[in-house]
């Protein structure tokens, strides 16, 4: 028997398995996860180390480019303060759990820088690919798995002076269009200015809000006078003598059939 046994109503292969997304979904999330890698706390929650990094975005020189050995590569991220992140996917190297491990996915380790590079057919590729954690992308070929893996945005990317110049021209800007996309406009934000309680407590806002209510009004609390009997004793006081005098009629008819019926009863002789 093979480890683990047959799987029951194995995958068909008439699953559907892609979905169609809009062009401009996927450029709008692409353009959000570039932005995102700017933000120095949301990387920092992403779980990557930049402590040592001097800043964000980190650009560096196109030299990087033409970097033929790891070991070469491995000195510019000591350089650029980028080492310490390249460690901890290192060090989190684990077995994975489940069936994965028998279909060529037995490990799994967090994810490290990404270096985006502008020149085609650039030799850093083979330089850092063999580094844990650390992935290269092209900046005509971004990937959004890469950008913002398992949909999580702040990725720490490493950018090339040439990778970083195209970007305005492939995705262009609030103003100008992009020159590779066409048609395609940078989506502006929804919000100028993002500080929501500066805006609400402005003289602008707090001049036209109305003025906080000091007496709370509250809807009275309605009971069923027929079945509360303080709510019938407010609209009727009788009510209390009526029920008492219910009860003692109610109490002497029960007196008056018992004597009845005791009267009825013969005594059994013995």
Request: aromatic share 6%; charged share 30%.
């Amino acid at each position: 028997m093979c480890r683990g046994g047959r799987m029951f109503a194995p995958t068909k292969i008439w699953r559907r398995w892609h979905r169609k997304i809009n062009v401009n979904q996927k450029r709008y999330a692409v353009a959000s996860a570039i932005a995102a890698s700017a933000v120095t706390s949301l990387v920092m929650a992403r779980g990557h180390r930049i402590e040592a990094v001097p800043e964000m975005p980190l650009v560096i020189s196109n030299a990087v480019e033409s970097v033929e050995k790891t070991s070469a590569a491995i000195k510019v991220l000591k350089q650029v303060g980028a080492y310490p992140d390249v460690e901890k996917a290192k060090d989190s190297v684990g077995i994975r759990p489940g069936k994965g491990k028998m279909r060529n996915r037995r490990y799994i380790s967090r994810k490290g820088p990404l270096i985006v590079y502008g020149t085609e057919g650039a030799k850093l590729v083979k330089a850092f690919r063999n580094i844990p954690g650390v992935e290269v992308a092209n900046v005509e070929r971004l990937n959004l798995l890469k950008l913002a893996p398992g949909g999580h945005l702040g990725r720490f990317i490493i950018w090339t002076k040439s990778a970083y110049e195209k970007l305005d021209s492939i995705y262009g800007s609030f103003e100008k269009p992009s020159e590779k996309k066409k048609g395609y406009i940078l989506p502006r934000s929804k919000m100028v200015n993002a500080d929501l309680g500066r805006i609400i407590n402005s003289d602008e806002v707090q001049s036209v809000v109305k003025p906080i209510k000091k007496e709370i009004k509250r809807a009275p609390l309605k009971k069923n006078p027929l079945k509360n009997l303080n709510a019938m004793l407010k609209l009727n006081p009788y009510a209390k003598t009526a029920r008492r005098m219910a009860l003692l009629a109610e109490a002497q008819r029960v007196k008056a059939k018992k004597e009845k019926l005791d009267k009825k009863r013969k005594p059994v002789s013995k």
